[in-house]
């Protein structure tokens, strides 16, 4: 964990702040008014936010701190995905990616330093993982993505390094804050949470009351591949995780977007399809097919273009939604992480 003892100032909920002033023997409003120089003006220092008095700025600098990514590398690729190698306060590294599209401007985010679950085909998951992200670094990378894009984001995908349920807590307090009105005020349809199979954590948001995206990682239809492919599949099953995901939907009323890497010769036969059409019929649901970003660490091929045809056709027959994350030059969920993956192999 960051050594610093003092909060990230980013992580602090409005009624924290309120209570933290309140205590101070100052007025509450000035927590309001902390607020606005933090997500509205997006300052970067408490000397920049200027009505508020200089002793009060002086104590809050002595328990809060601002986080500050340092942008360590920045990748183009040809279609204007942009990845960015971060290194936050404790020297530890993490990967945003900017997606720009007409009227969109989304940024997969990470939720951990490295990743615990090992899926063959990810870059983050070969290295592990170090630690969780605090929720102050993680509106820390949102508000860094804004700046990077010098115009106001629109969507925020969590697909990014780590496993979001399993940095829980600290994810939904980093949501909360992006989501509240006098925070950094986006629309909870516009964050989309992304998990690879966890269970427990799906079953939490269920309750949570947040009208936030879920997209659910499920790259083979049947149980002895996706053991293969993704070892989370041993702690769920896909018949757990199905049918967690069916009762998810009956609560929140809400379409889980099932995701679905597709891999030359391995997901992607015509039988495998025919499965998947199985597991999924008659539950409303979306399908994103992605041909696999091929990384140095996976000697899996991404799938050919008639592939990815077949599967989108055999789902819509069975009137299941599909879109094919046609390459972006970057695909968020399986390349995320070469850039760390390949800083660290260097450092070694
Ligand atoms: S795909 Fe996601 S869950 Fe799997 S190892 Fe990579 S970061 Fe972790």
């Not at 720009?100 to 290295?127: D, H, K, W």
């Not at 949102?142 to 894009?149: D, G, H, I, N, P």
């Not at 269920?206 to 293969?228: F, I, T, Y």
């Not at 998947?276 to 140095?296: H, M, W, Y």
């Amino acid at each position: 964990m960051p050594e610093e003892s003092r909060q990230f100032i980013h992580g602090v909920f409005l009624a924290e702040l309120q209570d933290w002033i309140g205590q101070a023997g100052e007025k509450k409003f000035r927590a309001k008014q902390i607020w606005h120089w933090l997500y509205h003006r997006q300052v970067e220092a408490w000397e920049e936010m200027r009505n508020i008095p200089k002793t009060l700025r002086d104590r809050l600098a002595e328990s809060f701190v601002f986080q500050a990514l340092e942008k360590l590398e920045v990748q183009d690729s040809n279609t204007g995905t942009r990845k960015i190698l971060s290194r936050l306060s404790d020297g530890e590294l993490i990967e945003e990616v900017l997606i720009p599209a007409p009227n969109r401007r989304t940024v997969c985010i990470s939720s951990q330093v490295g990743c615990m679950y090992g899926c063959a085909f990810c870059a983050s998951g070969q290295l592990g993982v170090k630690r969780n992200l605090l929720a102050g670094e993680i509106v820390g990378e949102v508000l860094a993505a804004q700046k990077e894009y010098g115009d106001r984001l629109t969507n925020i995908v969590f697909m990014g390094i780590g496993e979001p349920f399993d940095n829980y807590d600290e994810v939904m307090r980093a949501i909360r804050i992006i989501n509240d009105p006098d925070g950094f005020c986006l629309g909870a349809r516009r964050i989309t949470l992304s998990t690879c199979g966890v269970v427990p954590g799906i079953q939490r948001l269920e309750n949570e009351g947040l009208q936030v995206e879920l997209s659910v990682s499920l790259h083979a239809p049947v149980d002895d591949l996706r053991d293969k492919l993704m070892p989370v599949n041993g702690s769920w099953s896909l018949e757990e995780l199905m049918d967690v995901c069916r009762h998810y939907t009956a609560v929140t009323k809400r379409i889980i977007t099932f995701e679905y890497t597709m891999i030359r010769d391995v997901n992607d036969t015509e039988e495998l399809g025919r499965q998947l059409v199985g597991l999924l019929r008659r539950f409303p649901c979306r399908v994103n097919l992605i041909p696999l970003s091929e990384i140095d660490e996976y000697e899996g091929k991404t799938s050919r273009p008639e592939r990815v045809d077949l599967f989108q056709r055999l789902l819509e027959d069975e009137g299941i939604n599909v879109t094919v994350r046609r390459s972006k030059g970057t695909d968020v969920n399986a390349a995320c992480g070469q850039l760390r993956s390949r800083s660290i192999k260097n450092s070694e």
